[in-house]
């Protein structure tokens, strides 16, 4: 895909997330859609991936280890083609193979099982082993939220990624400023989140989080990086891109019904219809 | 294939087989992996991880961690083996080894060394009296204790290419010889060692050795035990449980582990589901935290001796 088809992707993302939440009327929104803009660019062609074979031993990995942004997973998979767009609809129903969080037992596509924070680092850290010990040059994305950076875990799996020199990691912080309680600086400031990662030996790039082009650019900059595991923080907005989510202080799970429901879906739809009527390259 | 007991001790460590065993394993299939928590050294496989770093792996002393990076690699088609001493193989990662490993469907082998009393030195803060209550809890899992030399060799084998989330207890140094190294075991098939019509006594690790001890103290009294050794705790061999407690009517368990929720337990629930009539008693933990000494001590201090075995039959008979 080209930059245009990606935030095409993005706000196809976008919509098919606020209207899967929409079905049961609650859910995990506001950081499905701070993470949209990077998964439209790793599964816009960037991943080595193949949906018709979703078991391709050779393919590159995904782990969103915020596993609560599971919903924006699906609706990137559904629209590759991975399962019929009509399961969206069945987000947390009774016998659903897409549930809140990332399950790789029951969605074709998900590569790991994650929900409890802090242990898709280390997940996502063993799949690129095991993707360097096959020596096909696959890789690993791992996707981490600024608030689950308080879990240990994630600081120990930084260390061991840095001893392996797992090159083949690339590690995204979802760096939205909030968690369910408040602001990451209410709860638990991670003050400066890259020259954490930076002093833990990895090779750190901040960017905004919201421009596909930048996205695509920084991942290509970490693919670069020899002999080291990379991180790239995204400054992104809980809740991006559809201003009545963006608006609510406390978005980490809300609820999704009636005139509010109806008026996100519209934005979401008239953004992508904008974007489908923008000219090729413009 | 025989039973070999004569009560004295293996010359042989367990830890020296458990790093030879591991190493031979790795060199016999490229997609073991096996990880350690800066424990090499105690467990026999310091050599191993010098000589091949690519199989061998060096965790550091981050446990959660491991264990997660061992989920990953069994999604990524490996057969990754993971040592540390039992408390810091299931307490310090619990969560990890439910979710990362078996929730997600993972295949992740599990050595947890120095069960029980068998920490002696290393104290209370060392000492796992709860953890095969905690891996039987995790659905799906297969939870196994060690009780000698050959044992530890064969299993070792056979789990590399077990499914779902294994959890193998064992000590590093050595207890009495129980089998030819050419015996056979069959995970979840109890062993039985001696038969006997007065009283079964079912046992896992240490104990099984105990038991055969008890055994024959009471022989000279006209006392006749069964001995079963039940080294696969879950899922538990209840054909054997049964025809034990049928044969004997009186069933006494034995085990260097807290008699909440480890073999005792599994047991219990055994001959209940069955309805078969018996006297039961268990020999273990009641219910205490572990403390600081050389292991015949702690084994009296505990509970955990034949002599303890014998009052308990003698109870029940």
């Known amino acids: ?282 | 294939m025989a039973i070999i007991y004569d009560g004295t001790p293996e010359k042989r460590v367990y830890k020296n087989i458990f790093g030879e065993t591991m190493e031979a394993i790795a060199a016999s299939d490229a997609d073991v992996v096996y990880l350690d928590a800066d424990v090499m050294n105690s467990a026999g496989t310091l050599g191993f991880w010098k000589r091949n770093p690519r199989q061998a792996i060096n965790c550091g002393i981050a446990e959660a961690n491991m264990l997660g990076v061992a989920a990953g690699l069994s999604a990524g088609g490996k057969k990754p083996c993971v040592h540390t001493f039992g408390i810091f193989a299931t307490r310090r990662c619990y969560d990890q080894a439910f979710i990362s490993a078996a929730y997600a469907g993972n295949s992740v082998r599990i050595f947890g060394s120095d069960p029980g009393v068998v920490a002696a030195f290393n104290g209370g803060t060392h000492m796992p009296f709860e953890d095969m209550a905690l891996m039987r809890a995790i659905p799906d899992s297969t939870v196994m204790e060690i009780s000698d030399g050959a044992m530890l060799t064969s299993l070792m084998w056979q789990v590399k290419e077990r499914q779902g989330l294994t959890y193998v207890r064992w000590g590093r140094k050595s207890y009495p010889a129980l089998y030819s190294d050419d015996h056979e075991f069959v995970i979840g098939r109890g062993q039985v060692l001696r038969d006997g019509s007065s009283a079964a006594v079912i046992a896992c690790g240490l104990m099984v050795g105990e038991a055969m001890a008890a055994a024959a103290l009471l022989e000279n009294e006209g006392i006749n035990l069964r001995v079963v050794d039940m080294f696969t705790i879950k899922p538990i061999d209840r054909e054997i449980v049964i025809e034990s407690a049928r044969k004997t009517g009186a069933v006494v368990v034995a085990e260097n582990h807290n008699t909440i929720g480890g073999l005792g337990d599994a047991v219990a629930d055994a001959l209940l589901e069955a309805g078969v009539p018996v006297k039961f008693r268990k020999v273990g933990v009641s219910n205490r935290f572990g403390s600081v000494g050389p292991q015949p001590y702690l084994q009296e201090h505990y509970g955990l001796t034949a002599a303890n075995i014998v009052e308990a039959v003698r109870a029940i008979i």
Not at chain 1, 158 to 173: S, V
Not at chain 1, 179 to 184: A, E
Not at chain 1, 272 to 280: H, M, Q, T, Y
């Open chain 1, 1 to 282: 895909m080209n930059i245009r088809e990606i935030e095409i992707f993005a706000a196809r993302i976008r919509l098919e997330t606020v209207r899967q939440i929409g079905v049961r009327g609650f859910g995990h929104l506001g950081g499905a859609l701070s993470v949209a803009d990077t998964l439209a660019v790793l599964y816009g062609g960037l991943m080595r991936i193949d949906p018709a074979n979703p078991g391709w031993d050779k393919r590159d990995k995904l782990v969103m280890s915020k596993g609560h942004a599971g919903p924006a997973v699906y609706s990137a998979l559904a629209i590759l083609g991975y399962f019929p767009m009509e399961w969206l609809a069945t987000l947390n129903q009774p016998g659903t193979r897409l549930p809140s969080h990332c399950d790789m037992r029951l969605t074709p596509g998900i590569d790991m099982t994650t929900g409890s924070l802090g242990q898709g680092v280390s997940t996502a850290i063993g799949l690129a082993l095991a993707q360097r010990m096959d020596g096909h040059g696959a890789r690993t994305y791992l996707v981490v939220g600024d608030g689950e950076c308080n879990e240990g875990q994630v600081w120990e799996g930084a260390l061991f990624a840095r001893q392996q020199k797992l090159d083949n990691l690339t590690m995204f912080i979802d760096n939205n400023g909030k968690q369910l309680d408040g602001t990451t600086k209410e709860v638990m400031d991670m003050g400066d989140i890259a020259a954490k990662f930076a002093a833990f030996g990895w090779n750190v790039q901040t960017i905004d989080g919201g421009d596909a082009a930048v996205i695509l650019q920084a991942v290509n900059a970490a693919h670069a990086a020899s002999g080291v595991p990379s991180c790239i923080v995204l400054n992104t907005v809980k809740g991006a891109k559809v201003s009545i989510i963006e608006k609510i202080e406390l978005n980490h799970h809300i609820q999704l019904e009636g005139e509010m429901r109806d008026s996100a879906v519209r934005e979401c739809e008239e953004a992508l219809e904008i974007l489908l009527n923008s000219k090729e390259g413009a």
